[in-house]
């Protein structure tokens, strides 16, 4: 289960707010909002990050 490493709250995958854009799909914390992950579409090969907005 992916806990977010800014609020720590634990949320189910299914539960995480997602934003697809051109090849990248972009997850973040439905509690901060921060970006918790950044996953290429094509390759699966999930990758995070710190990137902040
Ligand atoms: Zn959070």
């Known amino acids: 289960m992916p806990t977010c490493k800014y609020c720590g709250a634990e949320r ?3 539960e995480l707010i997602r934003h697809e ?10 509690e901060c909002q921060r970006l ?3 996953y290429r579409r094509h ?3 999930p ?3 710190t990137l902040e907005h």
Do not use: A, F, N, W
Request: with cysteine.
């Open 36 to 38: 918790l992950g950044r």
């Open 12 to 14: 189910e995958p299914s």
């Open 21 to 30: 854009r051109p090849g990248v799909l972009l997850v973040h914390c439905p």
């Open 47 to 49: 990758d995070t990050d």
């Open 43 to 45: 390759g699966d090969d």
